[in-house]
């Protein structure tokens, strides 16, 4: 989500920009010209921290002991390229083998308490 806010506050920033060059290139309209350019530069800001606040995300981890197989893990993780990269581990007895990778494009993490065959969620 913060990516995705971070490319909309860059596109209005370059709408902006655009706005600044017209007024430059014709009739001179300094008011119009520094309105935009301060908006273009609040929308950078906003570019900025919303890239600063998708960095926070931290990896999420979710490991589970299937009925009849190895035990299993599920992670969400960081990756500078693909933004958020999915990769499932299987538990050989002394590490974990990564048995298949893949890049996702957003992950919402809901939280439950599993007790035997309940589920509670938690507050």
Request: hydrophobic fraction near 40%.
């Given at each position: 989500?913060?990516?995705?806010?971070?490319?909309l506050?860059?596109?209005?920033?370059?709408?902006?920009?655009?706005?600044?060059?017209?007024?430059?290139?014709g009739?001179?309209?300094?008011?119009?010209?520094?309105?935009?350019?301060?908006?273009?530069?609040?929308?950078?800001?906003?570019?900025?921290?919303?890239?600063?606040?998708?960095?926070?995300?931290?990896?999420?981890?979710v490991?589970?002991?299937?009925?009849?197989?190895?035990r299993?893990?599920?992670?969400?993780?960081?990756?500078?390229?693909?933004?958020?990269?999915?990769?499932?581990?299987?538990?050989?007895?002394?590490?974990?083998?990564?048995?298949?990778?893949?890049?996702?494009?957003?992950?919402?993490?809901?939280?439950?308490?599993?007790?035997?065959?309940?589920?509670?969620?938690?507050?």
């Amino acid at each position: 989500m913060s990516e995705h806010l971070a490319q909309l506050a860059e596109r209005r920033a370059a709408e902006e920009d655009e706005i600044v060059r017209a007024v430059a290139a014709g009739p001179v309209d300094f008011v119009e010209a520094i309105k935009a350019e301060a908006r273009a530069e609040a929308y950078r800001t906003m570019a900025e921290d919303a890239r600063r606040e998708s960095s926070r995300v931290r990896d999420v981890t979710v490991e589970y002991t299937p009925a009849s197989a190895p035990r299993r893990r599920l992670v969400f993780e960081s990756d500078p390229i693909a933004g958020r990269t999915l990769r499932e581990d299987e538990w050989t007895g002394c590490n974990w083998r990564t048995v298949g990778r893949e890049p996702v494009r957003d992950v919402d993490v809901e939280e439950h308490v599993v007790r035997g065959h309940e589920a509670f969620q938690a507050p």
